[in-house]
């Protein structure tokens, strides 16, 4: 916060309370001794207010109110650094440090033990899965299927790898996975027609004609499978998709086919090892690998 607005918050906060105490010791000064029948002259609809003095209750709790507000101000952080030095960052860096060391031998029992071995063990998957919905079902769903442009980790179709090694090495280190834009190259005939022929490799009913099908396999050999394939199934050490599953992570419309070829995409896996540390991600790695192996693990 800049210096202005911490005057400022400071300026306002001690004004508002001195205008509260000099208001109480006014209406303590003017305000009857006694109770008494008469009113204060008000009526609003047939009701009167008896002009008598304020409860005592009510003026002990009000200055109770103001010391806790003094009180409080010299304590936490506010108009100043408090005299506690409390700050929900050092609160939160003291409870996370505190979970950390409760539940590190379990963490480091289930990292002694590989993937593969994990998917017989329910707790196990059971902590994996609470730590995905906390950190991964924004982006992949709930159900870890996914959404448009966020792959479903449920089937069996792995863009970068799907062995224990290849999923753990994905959420330590994060992915990057770029599709360059070809419109400015094969011109807007050619999206055409090569987003028909990369359809068609998953057996779409394209609606094109055979010459045009055998124009968009020329540009694809040419341009497209030096990373995905001469028979277009994709590469894992570069992240490029197999085109032959039906397994389309930004539609399979032509439309969307030719946006993709046209404009290229971005897909970004963010690292995970630094945020989660390495345990945690093995125990993740072990529920999203038992995902796609449910009958190995059972």
Same mark, same amino acid.
């Given at each position: 916060?800049?210096? /202005?607005?911490?005057?400022?918050?400071?300026?306002?906060?001690?004004?508002?309370?001195?205008?509260?105490?000099?208001?109480?010791?006014?209406?303590?000064?003017?305000?009857?001794?006694?109770?008494?029948?008469?009113?204060?002259?008000?009526?609003?609809?047939?009701?009167?207010?008896?002009?008598?003095? %304020?409860?005592?209750?009510?003026?002990?709790?009000?200055?109770?109110?103001?010391?806790?507000?003094?009180?409080?101000?010299?304590?936490?952080?506010?108009?100043?650094?408090?005299?506690?030095?409390?700050?929900?960052?050092?609160?939160?860096?003291?409870?996370?440090?505190?979970?950390?060391?409760?539940?590190?031998?379990?963490?480091?029992?289930?990292?002694?033990?590989?993937?593969?071995?994990?998917?017989?063990?329910?707790?196990?998957?059971?902590?994996?899965?609470?730590?995905?919905?906390?950190?991964?079902?924004?982006?992949?769903?709930?159900?870890?299927?996914?959404?448009?442009?966020?792959?479903?980790?449920?089937?069996?179709?792995?863009?970068?790898?799907?062995?224990?090694?290849?999923?753990?090495?994905?959420?330590?280190?994060?992915?990057?996975?770029?599709?360059?834009?070809?419109?400015?190259?094969?011109?807007?005939?050619?999206?055409?027609?090569?987003?028909?022929?990369?359809?068609?490799?998953?057996?779409?009913?394209?609606? /094109?004609?055979?010459?045009?099908?055998?124009?968009?396999?020329?540009?694809?050999?040419?341009?497209?499978?030096?990373?995905?394939?001469?028979?277009?199934?994709?590469?894992?050490?570069?992240?490029?998709?197999?085109?032959?599953?039906?397994?389309?992570?930004?539609?399979?419309?032509?439309?969307?086919? %030719?946006?993709?070829?046209?404009?290229?995409?971005?897909?970004? %896996?963010?690292?995970?090892?630094?945020?989660?540390?390495?345990?945690?991600?093995?125990?993740?790695?072990?529920?999203?690998?038992?995902?796609?192996?449910?009958?190995?693990?059972?």
């Amino acid at each position: 916060m800049s210096s /202005f607005w911490s005057g400022w918050i400071f300026v306002l906060t001690f004004a508002c309370l001195a205008l509260v105490v000099g208001l109480l010791i006014a209406s303590t000064k003017t305000q009857r001794k006694q109770t008494t029948s008469e009113t204060t002259g008000h009526n609003y609809d047939g009701i009167e207010e008896y002009d008598n003095p %304020m409860p005592q209750w009510w003026l002990g709790l009000f200055v109770a109110t103001l010391v806790f507000t003094a009180a409080y101000l010299i304590l936490f952080p506010g108009v100043w650094k408090g005299a506690l030095g409390w700050t929900q960052i050092n609160q939160l860096e003291a409870e996370t440090a505190k979970h950390t060391r409760q539940y590190a031998p379990l963490f480091q029992q289930y990292a002694a033990k590989s993937i593969e071995e994990l998917q017989d063990n329910p707790k196990a998957l059971k902590m994996g899965q609470r730590i995905f919905l906390n950190n991964c079902a924004l982006c992949h769903g709930s159900d870890a299927r996914g959404a448009f442009g966020f792959p479903n980790l449920a089937d069996d179709d792995w863009l970068w790898g799907g062995t224990p090694a290849d999923i753990k090495h994905t959420l330590l280190e994060g992915r990057r996975g770029q599709m360059p834009a070809w419109g400015a190259v094969i011109g807007e005939t050619g999206v055409r027609n090569v987003s028909a022929y990369a359809r068609s490799l998953s057996g779409i009913d394209t609606g /094109f004609s055979d010459a045009d099908l055998a124009k968009g396999k020329k540009v694809f050999e040419t341009t497209c499978s030096a990373c995905h394939g001469a028979e277009g199934k994709g590469n894992k050490l570069l992240g490029a998709p197999d085109l032959t599953n039906g397994v389309w992570l930004y539609g399979s419309s032509q439309a969307q086919v %030719m946006y993709t070829i046209r404009n290229g995409r971005n897909g970004v %896996m963010p690292p995970w090892k630094d945020i989660l540390g390495e345990e945690k991600v093995h125990l993740v790695s072990a529920y999203v690998y038992s995902l796609s192996h449910k009958k190995d693990s059972q």
